[in-house]
């Protein structure tokens, strides 16, 4: 991660000398049993941006930790997100209260040196069911930008959510209870509680969930497609040995 934009852009607005450690989230929901009235729950792990990626993607060097499992309310009940995003704002609080203008936290890191650390929210894994509760707008519409649901690529509306100053309007329209606006632009009228965490636009925090959206999204389409074009033409069978 310390070569990508937000890491420097985040320095820039932190005392000198500071360390950043991105703390990256992921969370989804598991089926937990059949036999109890079908229960489930949102598992939440956590891990940070210092951690190098090949230690990362290695399950036995276990850099991702296991936070807690998310009770999921029973079916029907009504406020579901808004449930999840107090459960997830207790459990994430020191990261919430973090005085981004004090020394920070002094930590020991690996090479035995002390550090003035700022752990801030820095990304979220999870599907799209997941990115659209975090973000808390519509299903069908996109986190990262405004667009009318079902409209064409490069339609004229699209406008990137990309600047803290948007979830600054988006709460001055809460606050004049502008709901019908919100609705307009697929967000939720409720606060969304990962405004309060400093530095943090919840809204590029979407990271792509590898199995969901690359496995089973872009590459089976991707294969599909390939495959109906090669049957098309007659060539399939050249293939095939």
């Known amino acids: 991660m310390n070569t990508g934009d937000w890491w420097w852009d985040t320095q820039d607005q932190l005392p000198a000398g500071a360390t950043i450690v991105p703390v990256i989230c992921a969370s989804d929901k598991i089926q937990l049993t059949n036999f109890s009235s079908d229960q489930q729950a949102w598992s939440l792990y956590l891990t940070i941006g210092n951690i190098r990626k090949d230690f990362c993607r290695t399950p036995t060097k276990r850099a991702w930790i296991l936070v807690g499992l998310i009770p999921c309310p029973p079916k029907g009940a009504k406020n579901t997100d808004e449930a999840w995003h107090s459960t997830v704002g207790t459990v994430l609080s020191p990261l919430r209260n973090l005085d981004i203008t004090g020394p920070g936290l002094k930590w020991d890191c690996a090479d035995g040196f002390q550090r003035q650390c700022y752990p801030l929210l820095a990304a979220w894994v999870g599907d799209y069911l997941e990115q659209v509760m975090v973000a808390q707008v519509s299903y069908g519409s996109y986190p990262m930008c405004e667009i009318p649901e079902h409209a064409p690529m490069g339609h004229s509306t699209f ?39 400093p530095l943090c636009n919840v809204y590029p925090l979407w990271q792509p969930d590898e199995l969901h959206q690359l496995l089973l999204g872009l590459v089976e389409n991707l294969l599909h497609w390939l495959l109906k074009c090669l049957k098309a033409r007659n060539v399939k069978h050249q293939f095939d040995n």
């Open 159 to 197: 406008r990137p959510v990309d600047t803290p100053q948007d979830q600054h309007i988006y709460l001055e329209l809460l606050d004049k209870t502008n709901i019908d606006v919100l609705h307009t632009l697929g967000v939720h009228p409720i606060r969304n509680q990962f405004w309060q965490y």
